[in-house]
Structures are given as structure tokens and as C-alpha cells.
């Protein structure tokens, strides 16, 4: 069946311009969480959504980040004014259950000049 | 604080060589531990999940096992297929539900 899905797959922006990243997670699939893997860094956990509600987004790094999803599904990560430390491959996840195992799109490749 | 640790960083291994990747893990109240594999490029690609110590899970030529304090992979006669890089992650028992990742351990097997 399908995947998550993840869009675009690279994007390279301009620091200081406003990026937005969307996720896709397998239907049915309730609970879904965004991620962020820098060079040399483990995942780092940014933001968790429990159908449209997000209950934790302790993770996000600064207020440039926020993120929403509609209809319980989709979800877009929007990253305001850019910065050059931004750069990483952000990951979206999405699991049945919140205590099950999380499925990972493939990423989306950000780079920031 | 919740911490995971991988070891080691980097391993090659010949084809054939069996061996063993260890993740250390300190959480309070584990819900659950995790392997994914992630070959460059690519997501992670979930593997196995471990929820009490004393348990086991394989798949092909691995299996994951679990104490309190630690997992091990162990890798049996791998190929050259078996190439990435390992995660672990361990979930702990808020209401997050959040995976905190180690930096995993990169396998190459050469033939």
C-alpha cells in the first residue's frame, strides 16, 4: 500500500524567504509527527499531531517554525525567514497508534543559501 | 534526561562476518525501543519493536534483543545488501509519544 508521502523532496530557498513542506501519511493513520536530521545529528524531534490537535510541539527550535494539519491528514511544516542553520532533511512520520511503530516518509531535502 | 547511545559509530564487516551493534538507553518509563534501517537518501525503514526486557524479534539475518539497559542488533552472515545505517530509538512513557534517536551505527559489508 502506499506510504507517507513527502513534498518537495528538495528545496533550495534563499535566506530570509518563507518555505512550506507537506507531508501525506498513510490513510488511516492517526497519529503524526515531523522530524529534523542535520549532518551528523541524530532525528530531533520537532512537533506530534493527534488527528488536527498537536498536544506537543516542545521540539520546534524557534517561533519561525509552526506547523498544521487538516482533516487529519495532511500536514504542512511552514518555516518562517530562513536561516542558513535551518538546512537539515525533514522527516515526517505517521503511526496507526501513538504507541505503535511511526512509518517515515522520505524526507524532504532543505537547503538554505 | 532521556538519552540513547550507539556503538560503534562505524563498522565493516566481510561478508559472512556476523556481529552485534549496541544501543544504551537511559528513559524514564520505557514504552518502547525501536530499530530502523536508513540507507542514504531514504527515510528510515522500520525494523523491529521491543517493549520488556527478556524479549527478542528477528527478521532474515538479524535479531534485536533488549535488557534494561541496553539492545543489541546482531547481524548473522550478513551481505553486502545489509549496508546502512542502523537507528535506535526508544519511546518514552509521556503523552508524546516522541522516538528520541541515537546517531546510529553505519554498516558497510564488503564481498
Known amino acids: 500500500g502506499a506510504g507517507v508521502s513527502q513534498s518537495p523532496s528538495n528545496k533550495v530557498t534563499e535566506k530570509g524567504k518563507d518555505v512550506e513542506l507537506r507531508c501525506d501519511p498513510i490513510?488511516?493513520?492517526?497519529?503524526l509527527y515531523w522530524y529534523r536530521q542535520s549532518l551528523g545529528q541524530g532525528l530531533e524531534f520537532l512537533i506530534y499531531?493527534?488527528?488536527?490537535?498537536?498536544?506537543?510541539k516542545s521540539g520546534l527550535p524557534s517561533d519561525r517554525f509552526s506547523a498544521e494539519r487538516t482533516g487529519g491528514s495532511v500536514s504542512t511544516l511552514t518555516i518562517q525567514r530562513t536561516q542558513q542553520e535551518d538546512s537539515a532533511v525533514y522527516l515526517c512520520?505517521?503511526?496507526?497508534?501513538?504507541?505503535?511503530?511511526?512509518?517515515f516518509g522520505p524526507g524532504t531535502r532543505l537547503t538554505v543559501t | 534526561e532521556d538519552q540513547v547511545t550507539q556503538s560503534p559509530e562505524a563498522l565493516r564487516l566481510q561478508e559472512g562476518e556476523s556481529s552485534s551493534l549496541n544501543c544504551s538507553y537511559t528513559?524514564?518509563?520505557?514504552?518502547?525501543l525501536f530499530w530502523y534501517r536508513q540507507d542514504p537518501g531514504k527515510g528510515p525503514e522500520f525494523l523491529f519493536t521491543?517493549?520488556?526486557a527478556g524479549e527478542e524479534k528477528e527478521k532474515e539475518r538479524l535479531k534485536a534483543t533488549l535488557t534494561k539497559k541496553e539492545s543489541f542488533l546482531h547481524i548473522t552472515a550478513p551481505k553486502p545488501e545489509d549496508s546502512a545505517t542502523y537507528l535506535c530509538?526508544?519511546?518514552?512513557?509521556?503523552?508524546?509519544?516522541?522516538?528520541?534517536f541515537g546517531t546510529g551505527t553505519l554498516l558497510a559489508v564488503q564481498p
Open positions: 521491543l517493549y520488556s
Open positions: 512520520a505517521s503511526s496507526l497508534n501513538p504507541s505503535y511503530e511511526q512509518y
Open positions: 499531531f493527534q488527528g488536527n490537535s498537536a498536544p506537543d
Open positions: 528513559v524514564s518509563g520505557l514504552r518502547g
Open positions: 490513510s488511516g493513520h492517526t497519529a
Open positions: 530509538a526508544v519511546q518514552d512513557g509521556g503523552a508524546t509519544n516522541k522516538l528520541i
